[in-house]
């Protein structure tokens, strides 16, 4: 069974401050797929980047960084320098079988930056 | 290129009722997949198509089912509408093979009375 656990309910921030939204994922697959989505109060959901399990590379794209360590099935998220536009709730995601495109979902985190 | 379409995005309707959500993929995609969102329970998958076939189903009652036509649009419906049922339902659209990512509509949010 898959298992993806946010453990941060909700966060709030100040502009321009750095945050992490932890991610903490479980399955006996070897090849896995992890995801982070953005969902604005519109309510769809916004992909921001996807990892297979096989590229530990983190990546970086503008203010936003990913941290993925199999070692420790985490996969963390990074805004760097926050901006109210971040506000949101964001989820992590794992999609895990071969030819599957279930997503399983952590409970997400609220994030709030204040200006 | 337009994006998933969810119809309709509101929708109100009494216990015991039965309602159809439609959802219209990504020109070109092929698979949909549904979701159930609540506060209580939060992103729950409901079931996946691809090429007209139902190839993975969540954890829910048989009041809810689906189908995907041949144009890829799909199609929920939920029977015997129970107050719990209230919620967002997301629809996700993806090319093809497991590592791409899912593109997801608005939602419709439903609201059993």
């Known amino acids: 069974a898959q298992k993806v656990t946010q453990a941060q309910t909700e966060i709030s921030v100040v502009e321009k401050e750095d945050v992490t939204l932890d991610c903490v994922y479980e399955?006996?697959?070897?090849?896995?797929?992890l995801f982070w989505y953005k969902q604005p109060p519109s309510g769809e959901l916004v992909f921001l980047i996807r990892?297979?399990?096989?590229?530990?590379q983190n990546e970086i794209s503008g203010r936003y960084s990913w941290n993925f360590q199999k070692s420790t099935s985490s996969f963390n998220f990074t805004i760097t320098a926050s901006q109210v536009v971040d506000s949101a709730v964001y989820f992590c995601?794992?999609?895990?079988?071969?030819?599957?495109?279930?997503?399983?979902f952590g409970k997400g985190t609220k994030l709030s930056v204040i200006p | 290129k337009a994006g998933v379409t969810q119809t309709p995005r509101y929708l109100i309707k009494t216990r015991g009722q039965q309602v159809t959500l439609s959802c219209s993929p990504i020109?070109?995609?092929?698979?949909v997949s549904w979701y159930q969102q609540t506060p209580g329970q939060g992103l729950q998958f409901l079931f996946e198509?691809?090429?007209?076939?139902?190839?993975n189903k969540g954890n829910f009652p048989g009041r809810f089912s689906g189908r995907q036509f041949s144009n890829s649009r799909s199609e929920m419906n939920v029977s015997t509408l129970e107050l719990g049922d209230s919620a967002l339902y997301l629809c996700?659209?993806?090319?093809?093979?497991?590592?791409?990512?899912?593109?997801f509509g608005q939602g419709t949010r439903l609201t059993v009375v």
């Open positions: 996700a659209s993806s090319l093809r093979s497991g590592d791409t990512e899912a593109f």
């Open positions: 399955t006996r697959d070897t090849t896995y797929y």
């Open positions: 990892r297979n399990s096989f590229d530990e």
């Open positions: 995601a794992l999609r895990a079988g071969a030819g599957s495109y279930q997503l399983t």
């Open positions: 020109s070109g995609h092929r698979s």
């Open positions: 198509y691809f090429s007209e076939t139902q190839r």
